[in-house]
């Protein structure tokens, strides 16, 4: 089966998993120390504490559990004031936790948008990587945050970041049936026929999932009708599998053999 668990598990899970685990343990766990305090009240949005424990002489760079700093959980939930108050007192935009994720992807992947253009404006490198390869543009395509996608866009994001899958901004939003995502990406030059490890394409894991409407915007493009998996699948093999009707006549009026 050309579509893994692991994939469809995918950044999302992974990041909202570890970030949340955190968020568990930060919000339940009494831990002593300043820099400790500060990561907690980041992370609960509260801006007067926050104030009141820089000034007391916090660490704004501080990490803690799995290495998360306060600006990180702070974008994570969305606090804007409290990230940009992190930000004015010297907190690293850059910063990244143990498994590669900086503040600029956790709010992506979480849609928080006034956030995401405050770490831009303050250098958030947008190309940045987790250990997975995953990258801010791909987690917003998965979660269909257009807004954000764009604003990612506009400022550098490579459209054909690929994971250390092979999977791609195009690959991830076709997967979750983001059909607006998909054309966005598409009209910014995504790689149409862009694979992954095991030889997926966009246009095969719509077929699978029987997305007429993404397979047709990727069909409009130049999706190779005919491209195979390493398994030898195709996406027409897929969609007749899967008893999507609709996929498998779109795609024999494409040429589909």
Same mark, same amino acid.
Do not use: P, Y
């Given at each position: 089966m050309?579509l893994? *668990?692991g994939w469809? =598990?995918g950044?999302?899970?992974?990041?909202?998993?570890?970030?949340m685990a955190?968020? !568990?343990?930060w919000?339940t766990?009494?831990i002593a120390?300043?820099? &400790?305090d500060?990561?907690?009240a980041a992370?609960?949005?509260d801006?007067p &504490?926050?104030?009141?424990?820089v000034?007391k002489?916090?660490?704004v760079?501080?990490?803690?559990?799995?290495?998360?700093t !306060?600006?990180?959980?702070? +974008?994570?939930?969305?606090?804007?004031?409290v990230v940009?108050?992190?930000?004015?007192k010297g907190?690293?935009?850059?910063?990244k936790?143990?498994? /590669?994720? *900086?503040a600029?992807?956790?709010a992506?992947i979480?849609?928080h948008?006034e956030?995401? $253009?405050?770490?831009?404006a303050?250098g958030?490198?947008?190309? !940045?990587? *987790?250990n997975?390869?995953?990258t801010?543009?791909?987690?917003?395509?998965?979660?269909?945050?257009?807004? =954000?996608?764009?604003a990612l866009?506009a400022?550098?994001?490579?459209?054909?970041?690929k994971?250390?899958?092979?999977?791609t901004?195009?690959?991830?939003?076709?997967m979750k049936?983001r059909? &607006?995502v998909v $054309?966005?990406?598409?009209?910014k030059?995504?790689?149409?026929?862009a694979?992954m490890?095991?030889?997926s394409? !966009?246009?095969? =894991?719509?077929?699978r999932?029987?997305d007429w409407q993404?397979?047709?915007?990727?069909? +409009?493009? /130049?999706?190779?009708?005919?491209?195979?998996?390493?398994n030898?699948e *195709?996406?027409l093999k @897929?969609?007749s $599998?899967?008893?999507?009707?609709e @996929?498998? &006549?779109l795609l024999?009026?494409?040429?589909?053999?």
């Open positions: 050309v893994r *668990t469809q =598990i950044c999302k899970v992974r990041v909202m998993v570890s970030l955190v968020v !568990a343990l919000a766990v009494a120390g300043v820099n &400790e500060l990561i907690k992370l609960r949005g801006l &504490e926050v104030k009141r424990l000034a002489g916090a660490d760079n501080a990490k803690g559990i799995n290495g998360v !306060a600006l990180i959980m702070a +974008s994570f939930r969305g606090h804007r004031e940009q108050e992190l930000l004015a907190a690293e935009v850059n910063a936790a143990n498994d /590669g994720i *900086t600029l992807m956790a992506s979480k849609g948008r956030v995401v $253009q405050a770490l831009l303050k958030a490198e947008v190309n !940045a990587k *987790t997975e390869g995953s801010a543009l791909i987690d917003a395509s998965q979660e269909g945050h257009r807004e =954000i996608l764009q866009l400022r550098g994001a490579d459209v054909n970041a994971m250390n899958s092979g999977s901004a195009l690959i991830a939003a076709s049936g059909r &607006e $054309q966005e990406l598409l009209s030059g995504a790689d149409v026929n694979k490890n095991d030889g394409t !966009a246009l095969l =894991i719509a077929s999932l029987g993404t397979v047709q915007a990727l069909l +409009s493009k /130049g999706a190779n009708v005919n491209a195979k998996a390493n030898g *195709t996406a @897929v969609a $599998q899967k008893g999507h009707r @996929v498998r &006549e024999i009026k494409a040429g589909a053999k």
